[in-house]
């Protein structure tokens, strides 16, 4: 406690300085309150004049800090006295100037003894002078940032104290750069460089002339690559503005983004100088460039101010108004009475009254729309609406539309990758899906998926960003908080989660045939336990939805959920998780393994199919050390389930506890020991043994990792099984006489391959396999090691693979059985039922299986203890892992 208080003294006592603010907008109001949080005194405030009488958000009387706002600080040139002298008076140290548009003179730029420090959003020398962030983006440049440098007689000239870069998405536009990185971490960065400069530590750098530029105006020109038409329209998105002309008018476009796949059906737009003709599609305007490649721009603006969207060019006509209910009058008011609110310098707000004209900014966008959801809870207006209908009386036309639900999106519009396989036309959905929308990532990179039968790729998918991340949490917080889901009657949420694995049913074999190209299952494997395991699942989960308590303690949902999930049952275990989250009353946001993600986009259509509402089930497939990361870190996240190796969960775990303490459940590694007794049904040990170990290729987390076999049966067990492996089929997962597929991806078989060699070189018997099959594909064989002993790896390690490990002796077998730090699974085969329940009371395993193996019911709680993680999946116990607990007391 002492040290912490010595710590906490320290930096209050840090050196202070007394600073003037000379600047303005919201980024400098955030400085001047990070600065006097630090303990710096700010002497004064110099900002600009109420415009339309509303004053900047740089304010700060109500904290008795001199605030002055002139118009001006110099005439023709020469710097105004009573100005200068104003400024003068409050005795500043130090210049601070956040986004400061006037031209200060430099009698007062080097008046304080430490001078003045500016904030400018570039990485100096590149992109000297105004629009800085504009030109970033239009340049093309691969990384954005921001400098804060001294002051000088220069534009923008003067020795460098601090900067910071990141990358520049291909998708980015002006405010997301701003919103990402410029403004949070410019802000940081201010009060940083302050700090360093009251300590006595701040740098001066000189700026290099090398790489140093100055854009001045350039002329349009449609004629360039698609990407540098691209770059030019985000540049200018959303001030002042990048424009073309079709048919004879100019239309300013707002919204770019690159094509990466295939080109959508639309009505051709002839564009004035552009190579050729645009593309009026359902998704927006495609635009080519010179080297025929595409964009897609989503938003149209007119000469007389009016957005649309760009799918709706070609629509005839304006939409006929609507006649107001008395109740919609009265909800129309009380808008007419948040828009005078915005808009206090109008006088009373007409019909006609502009949002904009009448000196709205961004930020009162974002003011009204969020007004308005607290008034209509429920009602999801987008910041975009606000410029698609600028007048009052647009506004409200728009806002009875969407309160009425006639001015519904049109049908989910889905860009598939197909494929001819397995006697069908299997068309899979390659995108994120985010808010109830399959759409690119933000950053346009896809990956591709192979099929592991023959390492040929099926189809490109989505390579989600952390900005996606962001959107999809936001998605799920929106849809919980605001959306029907959350008040949803339970027995309706029930109704819909039926529905959801009616139409899974309906399309098992299209879902069992992508699970067995993405994952490489056994056709009849995926169609009986990936895929009807899944809709058992939903099915139970469904009836649970109406029957959670809520008696003498509240059971409530823990709001936004992240699931991440394996890839060796890809369905199943995403229906395992999902299933009970969403019976509880969550939304989720779902990564699936970035190597089998395309079952769990095909769900999510039919999720669209099943009446789900958007924002409750968003799926980002890419990286883990990405997404996943993002996801255990992401402070709206509350619980996170998770399935995978127990390195990655324990990483998992660490981040949800550094991040905001989020809830936490894990179904982790294993190996599993299986017990074999003498006086065991021989035929049936030795079938349920094989399966332990072979089902599903053995990528399983509760496969018998290692076989302990009595002595008195060992050799005829092993004859027995090695008669067996001989008989399996290994080949394409796709015949129906199959048994065993291909292992899920090159890395993991390699992987096996490597155990096998360790196991040899320990000193075990390779009695079968050991090797990849010569073929196309990723194929193991069926592989058999005997003689293995207590230290050896493979008697320690998981394999995930089908490679039995089977030890003669059984001495001491308890102790070594549990002499692990895996608690996932165990089973024993015996006909002494007494023998049986003593094995199973004493084994440290989750689950025990007693004279079978595989055998899991969605109404059986599964789930490991040690290191093979906590929490559990499946029956009543996994409700749990979805809910909060709230004790309430109450007096009368």
Known sequence: MLFLLSCLLQNYYQNKLRLALIGQSLFGQEVYTNLRKQGHKVVGVFTVPDRDGKADPLVAEKDGTPVFKFPRWRIKGKPIPEVVEAYKAVGAELNVMPFCSQFIPMNVIDHPAHGSIIYHPSILPLHRGASAINWTLIQGDKKAGFSIFWADD?????????????????????????????????????????????????????????????????????????EAIHNWIRGHDKVPGAWTVIDGQTV??????????????????????ASQAGVVTKKGLVLYGSDSKALMVKNLQFEDGKMISAAKYFSSGDTASVELTDDEKKIAEEIRDIWKGILSNVAAIEETTDFFKSGAASMDVVRLVEEIK???VGLQLQNEDVYMATTFQDFIQMFVRRLRGEDQEEEMVIDYATK????????????????????DAENGKTANTINPADGSVICKVAYASVGDVDRAVAAAKEAFEVGPWGRMNPRDRGTLLYKLADLMEEHQEEL????????????????????????????????????????????????????????????????????ACLAAGNTLVLKPAQVTPLSALKFA???VMAGIPKGVINIVPG?????????????????LGFTGSTPIGKQIMKSCALSNLKKVSLELGGKSPLIIFSDCDMDKAVRMGMSSVFFNKGENCIAAGRLFVEESIHDEYIRRVVEEIKKMKVGDPLDRSTDHGPQNHKAHMEK??????????????????????????????????????????????????PIMVVSSDIDGVLNRANDTEFGLASGVFTRDINKAMYVSERLDAGTVFVNTYNKTDVASPFGGFKQSGFGKDLGEDALNEYLRTKAVTVEY
């Not at 990141?166 to 949070?184: A, G, I, K, Q």
């Open 605 to 607: 259509e039919l999720t």
């Open 374 to 376: 607290q008034k209509c």
């Open 154 to 226: 220069g534009l923008d000239t003067g020795p460098i104290l601090l900067q910071r870069q990141c990358p520049v998405e291909p998708n980015d536009t002006v405010d997301s750069l701003y919103n990402r990185f410029l403004f949070p971490e410019g802000i940081k960065a201010m009060v940083e460089s302050v700090q360093l400069i009251a300590d006595g530590k701040a740098p001066r750098i000189p700026q290099t002339e090398e790489g140093a530029s100055y854009e001045g105006i350039q002329k349009k020109s449609n004629s360039k690559p698609a």
């Open 752 to 801: 096996l391959v490597e155990y096998c060699e360790v196991g040899m070189k320990e000193g075990a018997t390779l009695v079968y396999g050991g090797k990849q099959v010569d073929r196309p594909g990723f194929f193991m064989e069926p592989t058999l090691f005997t003689d293995v002993e207590d230290h050896m790896f493979i008697a320690k390690e998981e394999s995930f693979g």
């Open 512 to 579: 069992a045939t992508i699970e067995s190209i993405d994952s490489g299952a056994v056709y009849t494997l995926a169609l009986k336990t990936h895929v009807g395991m899944s809709i058992q699942t939903f099915r139970y989960f469904a009836g649970w939805c109406d029957k959670i308590q809520v008696q003498f303690h509240l059971h409530g949902p823990d709001i936004v959920c992240a699931i991440v999930i394996p890839w060796n049952y890809p369905l199943m275990m995403l229906a395992w998780k999902s299933a």
């Open 623 to 639: 990286s883990g050390g990405m997404v996943g990361q993002r996801m255990s870190d992401h402070p709206d996240i509350r619980k």
């Open 252 to 273: 300013t476009l707002y919204g770019s983004s690159m094509l990466g796949e295939s080109v959508p059906a639309g009505q051709p737009l002839e564009i004035e100088g």
């Open 420 to 439: 001819d396989v397995n006697n069908m036309t299997v068309k899979m959905p390659w995108q994120c899906f985010i808010n109830g929308k399959f759409e």
